[in-house]
């Protein structure tokens, strides 16, 4: 079982950073892969990023080198760096675990993710 809490997320202008955080509670955290996907209003939720349980990533090709996915295993969490924001990233960011199939190499389907957070508003302003 894995419990996802996100945070980080906030209102911020076009070209500003932000990072979001997402703590994991699971007793194998180290096994799962993580990602970070997002829905904006009036649209499907779509993948960000992800991390495998291997330490590889993959990113979206809108993200075009402008966010960083990682993870800090001693507290169990998994970090999303949002650099130069654009108003088209405004969305509800959301915190995604499971397996490394299912998750990362499925990426960016969103159909076999077996967990996920709550989620993060995140609100970029022109």
């Known amino acids: 079982q894995v419990q996802l809490a996100e945070s980080g997320g906030a209102s911020v202008q076009a070209g500003g950073s932000l990072t979001l955080s997402c703590a994991v509670s699971t007793t194998g955290f180290r096994q799962y892969s993580m990602g970070w996907f997002r829905q904006a209003p009036g649209k499907e939720r779509e993948g960000v990023a992800v991390?495998?349980?291997?330490?590889?990533?993959t990113y979206a090709d809108f993200v075009q080198g402008r966010f960083i996915i990682s993870k800090d295993y001693t507290n169990n969490t998994l970090f999303l760096q949002l650099n130069n924001l654009k108003p088209e990233d405004t969305a509800i960011y959301y915190c995604a675990a499971g397996g490394y199939e299912s998750l990362y190499l499925a990426f960016p389907r969103v159909s076999r993710v077996g967990y996920w957070g709550q989620g993060t508003q995140v609100t970029v302003t022109s």
């Open positions: 991390l495998s349980n291997l330490d590889t990533t």
